[in-house]
């Protein structure tokens, strides 16, 4: 997001007016009342990759700009909430299914979307229970193969997890 971004004209703790100025080698958002620095920072998101074989968990977009495309269920991390948790709740929200967390499989910083930049971790997961049933923010649910994931992808970092997880399948296999 662009330091000029008209979303952002008033500081936040005092209501003045934000100016532009140049702070750590970059331009800032600054207050021109009170002095302070707004930091435009990207959100955190949490996904979860639960494989069934050779297979792993999809969810299509119910609404808004990706409706119709398909992602690794996922979902943002609430102010004050452990990461970990997020995901959890995250995955049942959108899945019905109660999972246990596993290693972290990939993080990468999501640019698709300039006016939400996030940073996505994407965590193993193992289903302890529940019924597998599309909520929240998709309207169906399903496995897929690995090397043939349902069409379109919501997000663009979605087909980076893919690659790794088949790079790191085709690095285990002995040959």
């Known amino acids: 997001m662009s330091c000029n971004s008209p979303h952002y004209r008033f500081c936040p703790c005092c209501g003045g007016l934000l100016t532009t100025q140049p702070r750590g080698g970059r331009d800032r958002l600054v207050c021109q009342?009170?002095?302070?620095?707004?930091?435009?920072?990207?959100a955190v998101g949490v996904a979860v990759v639960v494989r069934r074989g050779k297979e792993?968990?999809?969810?299509?977009?119910?609404?808004?700009?990706?409706?119709?495309?398909?992602c690794i269920p996922c979902g943002y991390v609430e102010w004050g909430e452990d990461l970990r948790a997020a995901a959890v709740r995250e995955f049942q929200e959108e899945t019905g299914l109660i999972v246990e967390l596993g290693e972290v499989l990939a993080v990468h910083s999501n640019f698709h979307d300039p006016e939400r930049l996030t940073v996505g971790i994407w965590f193993a997961g193992q289903i302890t229970e529940g019924v597998l049933q599309a909520g929240d923010d998709l309207d169906a649910v399903g496995f897929f193969p690995l090397e043939a994931p349902p069409l379109p992808l919501a997000f663009p970092t979605d087909t980076l997890v893919v690659q790794e997880l088949l790079n790191s399948a085709a690095a285990s296999t002995p040959t």
């Open 56 to 70: 792993i968990l999809w969810g299509r977009r119910a609404g808004g700009p990706y409706r119709g495309a398909w």
């Open 33 to 42: 009342e009170c002095r302070k620095v707004l930091y435009i920072n990207p």
